[in-house]
């Protein structure tokens, strides 16, 4: 066999990426921006709507019933694909969500067994609570399609306490 020469140095083939050494500048844009979808335009001076208005200006959005969200699919309380977490899905201002879980929490407390899980309380108590929690707050008869906030909130601690009693 041939005899190869060994080289003083250690050659290394990895270089560090030359992004982290270099500064770009800012890339001008040759094209204005796009123009947005929703354009609405002032009404004239005497109040009423110009006759070049967009559709949508003159008709407006109040007209539109609103969209009632539905119920994610999954279980209440659960992360990932198995569920959802049921203070982001319902999206409301922070005082309010914790106004009403502690509506929720007082309600369940006083009228419901907490040693057991929903599926084992009395179906007629747990409608009598959801709908009081929908004549308190009428942003869940509003916003949200059959009540499923109160009862994903009444799951959620009663799962909790049943847990505890344990």
Sequence with gaps: MPWVAIPKRRIQRAFVPMVFRTHFQPEQCLT???????ITYPPHGDGKPADDA????IEGANNA????????PGE???????????K????LPEEMYEELLGEVHSL???RLNLAHTISNQPPDKLTAICNELKQKFPILKERFEDNWPARALIQTFLKNTCAKHK
């Design 108 to 110: 369940v407390a006083a």
């Design 32 to 38: 204005p921006p796009p123009l947005p979808w929703n």
């Design 88 to 91: 982001d899905v319902l999206n």
């Design 54 to 57: 967009p559709a949508t200006a």
């Design 76 to 86: 209440p309380g659960r992360k990932g694909c198995r569920g959802f977490v049921t």
């Design 65 to 72: 019933p609103p969209i009632k969200i539905k119920r994610p």
